[in-house]
Nanobody, 124 residues
């Protein structure tokens, strides 16, 4: 069964770090662009980071630039999101998604596979 599984979420304090992992199974991410999304309570889901497959180009939403780093290890079929200097406003469910192709700005509906998400809670 094709799936993406996120892990690494948890409860941290302001200023601390977490690294999220997104592991793909039953398909290889080699030709997939991977996006990280988050949804806070009462808010719409937002795209926060994307990494393509050809040259590991990346995109970050302004609110996480300089604090979050996305990377991928195709040999392990895994994408990571390193999150530093976490803030209470980063509290959300974080989800990864995969789309076949090499573009950084696919619309949400164009993503083929979605994980179920992992909760990140940042206390002040």
């Amino acid at each position: 069964q094709v799936q993406l599984v996120e892990s690494g979420g948890g409860l941290v304090h302001t200023g601390e770090s977490l690294t999220l992992s997104c592991v793909a199974s039953e398909f290889e991410i080699d030709y997939y662009t991977i996006g990280w999304f988050r949804q806070a309570p009462g808010k719409e889901r937002e795209r926060i980071s994307v990494i393509n497959y050809s040259d590991n180009s990346t995109y970050y939403v302004e609110s996480v630039k300089g604090r979050f780093t996305v990377s991928r290890n195709n040999a392990k079929n895994t994408v990571f999101l390193q999150m530093n200097s976490l803030k209470p406003e980063d509290t959300a469910v974080y989800t990864c998604a995969a789309v076949w192709g090499d573009y950084l700005h696919y619309r949400e509906r164009e993503y083929h596979y979605w994980g179920r998400g992992t909760q990140v809670t940042v206390s002040s």
